[in-house]
């Protein structure tokens, strides 16, 4: 498949190039900065340029949406908030109504346990699946939030195929082994390390997502299989046969 792939210069479209590339699919490499050693095509998109969008569109078969809009800068909260909305509700409709205008046959976007509420919210929760109210306590979960309606409505409205992964605590190999060391005392720290994710097993699932036999919208949640997570991968393992190969012991 030729598959355009957004915030590809981050960890994870790093390590899905490298996993796309083995299988064999033709890349379109997107993001707002150059992008090094690109495996395929490579170019800087602003997402919420809805033009721009449309001409990168073309005659792709498939997206993996992982660009996202968070990081504080000097503009303070209302500049976090513009950033998170620009990305990751208008910029995901952008991608999600010229994919439908192209015919692509998938569309894969990243979304975030953050929908489901803050991080003291979900150090208090347990047993969280995807059927758990969305609650999201601040502006990144609230727009990635949008951003999974945005594809449910894309779905409903004109036919899109969607297949929305809720991801968490995302970590490369050297910050996995720093993780798997660390021993929190805190509820909210054991949390985020129980909820620790591979990159490697983010790749995994977004390759299987991206030729899994499922139609319409479906929203499934990804994780390592850590024991003491907070989030069920249940019906990741039913829907994508997903199975994390990176988990902490006991």
């Not at 899109?160 to 929190?184: G, M």
Request: aromatic residues 6%.
């Amino acid at each position: 498949m030729r598959i355009l792939i957004t915030g590809a210069a981050g960890r994870v479209g790093t390590a899905l190039r490298r996993e796309l590339a083995a299988a064999g699919h033709r890349l379109v490499l997107a993001d707002v900065v150059p992008i090094p050693k690109a495996e395929g095509k490579s170019l800087i998109l602003d997402i919420s340029d809805g033009q721009a969008v449309r001409k990168a569109m073309r005659r792709i078969e498939a997206v993996v949406h992982l660009a996202y809009g968070r990081l504080w800068g000097e503009d303070g909260e209302i500049g976090l908030i513009q950033r998170c909305f620009d990305v990751n509700a208008k910029g995901t409709f952008h991608l999600l109504r010229a994919a439908a205008r192209n015919k692509v046959r998938r569309f894969i976007y990243t979304s975030s346990l953050s929908a489901l509420g803050g991080s003291r919210d979900l150090a208090e929760s347990q047993g969280l699946n995807e059927r758990t109210t969305p609650r999201p306590a601040e502006p990144y979960g609230f727009t990635k939030y949008l951003g999974e309606e945005a594809c449910r409505f894309a779905s409903r409205r004109y036919g899109l195929n969607v297949v929305c992964l809720r991801l968490c605590h995302i970590r490369t190999q050297e910050e996995w082994d720093v993780c798997r060391r660390w021993r929190p005392k805190s509820q909210m720290g054991r949390c985020q390390r129980n909820m620790t994710t591979h990159v490697e097993d983010v790749a995994r699932a977004i390759r299987l997502a991206l030729t899994a036999k499922v139609s319409g919208f479906t929203l499934i949640h990804v994780a390592s299989d850590n024991p003491g997570r907070i989030t069920s991968i249940a019906r990741a393992r039913k829907l994508l046969g997903f199975h994390p190969q990176h988990r902490f012991e006991d």
